[in-house]
């Protein structure tokens, strides 16, 4: 039988109450730069400041919890790397093994994280179709189950605990979201925030690259479409193809989907950093560069929300991000 989005934003809601003291309940930050630039009332859910870096520990967290109880001693991953870092330290914290496949151009920091939890590392190639094949390969030899990164109703359930918080805060403060608006990977946290945003009235956006935009390209097919992902900056978001158990979800409730450029994604990075004094990734960004090219309302200023999807970025990136552009360079050169 097939449930219902109310039957499934349960899940959230139990999620939510089960994550309650066992996950940070991250910060809602703000800036009036930020409110300037999007013309609207942006609220930041600052996830880059969770455990392990990400939102991506509660849905592994949960995931992973339930395996324990289940009495599984072991568990696999795949993932370009926050995924992993997530499901390594539940899996640490409910004493289960874990290994984990990452690409082999995975950030050195995710990959070191992974380590530093107490999982076996695993690379494999550089697609998501490559370290599929290894984490199932994996799975069959040890028995272990895997927990994917996206198609997986724990995990989903988990990513959308953190929309459900931003939605109950921003209420809270009598600022009630009028749009919500997440990164997209592999559709994983999107779709767990249309499930904690339903019937609420709320506009749910997803946020891609350029060039690595399959979930846009499936909501205008009709069905899932794979794409060979173009280089961007936002590592985080590069799956080939959105997840089925995703898309199956945001087909008919996700208001639209923004591409953003890395350029667009560079300069919210630096927002963040200069305007709110936290350091997010790339991928975590994205966010942020895909409010700023939302509408604004002719009429009232919007309340937008925004995921911080994570923090953990390379110290050489963020030098590169942060460095004068040439543009700057040049009128800073002309002023003098």
Sequence with gaps: MTRTVGQVRADVEEASRWLSGRVVR????????????????????????QN????????????????????????IA?????????????????????????????????????????????????SVEERVAVANGLSDESGHPVVDAYDHPDVIAGQGTASLELIEDAERAGTPLDA??????????????????????????????VGCDSLARSLAAGVRVPVSPAPTI???????????????????????VVRVDDDEIAAAFRLILTELK??????????L???????????????????????NVEEALVARLMAPRSADLAEEGAVA
């Design 234 to 256: 936002a590592d985080g978001l590069r799956p080939s193809c959105v997840g089925e158990l995703p898309f199956a979800i945001v087909r008919n409730t996700l208001r639209a």
């Design 289 to 311: 560069a895909g409010a700023l090219r939302l509408p604004p309302d002719a009429d009232r200023q919007r309340t937008v929300g925004v995921v911080l999807t994570g923090g």
């Design 180 to 209: 919500l608006v997440v990164p997209v990977g592999g559709g994983g946290g999107v779709a767990g925030a249309c499930l904690a945003a339903a019937g609420s009235g709320i506009d749910v956006y997803g946020v891609e690259p």
């Design 278 to 287: 936290v350091l997010a990734e790339p991928s975590g960004a994205a966010g």
């Design 78 to 126: 795949q993932s370009t790397g926050n995924h992993a870092v997530a499901v390594a330290l539940a899996a640490r914290q409910h004493g289960l093994a874990a290994t984990v496949v990452l690409p082999v151009d995975a950030a050195s920091t995710k990959v070191d994280r992974a380590r530093a939890a107490g999982a076996r590392v695993v690379f494999a190639g550089t």
């Design 52 to 75: 392990g870096g990400s939102y991506k520990m509660r849905g592994a967290l949960r995931a992973v919890g339930r395996l324990a109880v289940a009495g599984h001693t072991g568990v």
């Design 26 to 49: 991250t910060p809602v930050l703000r800036s009036p730069v930020i409110d300037e630039l999007a013309r609207a009332r942006v609220l930041l859910k600052a996830e880059n400041l």
